[in-house]
């Protein structure tokens, strides 16, 4: 059995991949970062991370991310303002459905 020692202080390395940087996401996983993406605080959290990299794909997938959070942030603010309108006209005395069920 070979073993091999470490300069004392120094702390075993992940892969950080070619560039000296993280690597984006491949395959599944990266379908599953995107999906999370779309929840405003991750999306910008992953693009924050990946975007600075300097490997073009960790870059394009940090870009992506922050791309589909502001999509996000777009959806959940036009489904609020959507609901908000919504619960006015019911409060109106009109659903805007036309005169159906009482």
């Known amino acids: 059995m070979v073993t091999t020692r470490r300069k004392s202080g120094t702390r075993p390395s992940l892969d950080p ?35 600075p990299q300097a490997e073009a794909e960790a870059a394009r997938f940090g870009r992506n991310c922050m791309i589909l959070a502001a999509l996000g942030l777009v959806g959940l603010c036009f489904c609020w303002g ?17 005169n159906g069920y009482y």
Not at 17 to 27: E, F
Not at 39 to 48: A, H
Not at 82 to 98: N, Y
């Open 17 to 51: 991949g070619p560039a000296g940087g993280l690597q984006a996401p491949r395959s599944w996983l990266k379908v599953l970062a995107y999906a999370v993406a779309l929840f405003p605080p991750t999306g910008f959290l992953l693009g924050v991370i990946y975007y």
């Open 82 to 98: 959507a609901s908000g309108i919504f619960k006015g006209l019911q409060a109106a005395g009109t659903s805007g459905a036309g």
